[in-house]
């Protein structure tokens, strides 16, 4: 199982960024996917989860409103559209299928 993410950056507030989760070593299709992010100083914790299908969605309540989880079962992948950015949402933000983790990828929101 590999978990690849990719779009991270730096962001003024109100900005927007989309988040990529390339997955490969399973079948993408059969398995909800999650994305959890981790500031600096606190625990990670879970920000959108996306079942099998992309049928279903939950957020927490930190991003409800501005952050949307999809996925392309085509193409293996799971994004995160996150707009009205804050600065704090300022984390590592990961991918997550059960016990496996991608490397993460950093978004700053600052000005």
């Known amino acids: 199982v590999q978990l690849v993410e990719s779009g991270g950056g730096l962001v003024q507030p109100g900005g927007s960024l989309r988040l990529s989760c390339a997955a490969s070593?399973?079948?993408?299709?059969?398995?909800?996917m999650r994305w959890y992010r981790q500031a600096p100083g606190k625990e990670r914790e879970l920000v959108a989860a996306?079942?099998?299908?992309?049928?279903?969605?939950n957020y927490a309540d930190s991003v409800k409103g501005r952050f949307t989880i999809s996925r392309d079962n085509a193409k293996n992948t799971v994004y995160l559209q996150m707009n009205s950015l804050k600065p704090e949402d300022t984390a590592v933000y990961f991918c997550?299928?059960?016990?496996?983790w991608g490397q993460g990828t950093q978004v700053t929101v600052s000005s």
């Open positions: 997550n299928r059960a016990s496996y």
């Open positions: 070593g399973f079948t993408f299709s059969s398995y909800a």
């Open positions: 996306i079942t099998s299908a992309g049928g279903s969605t």
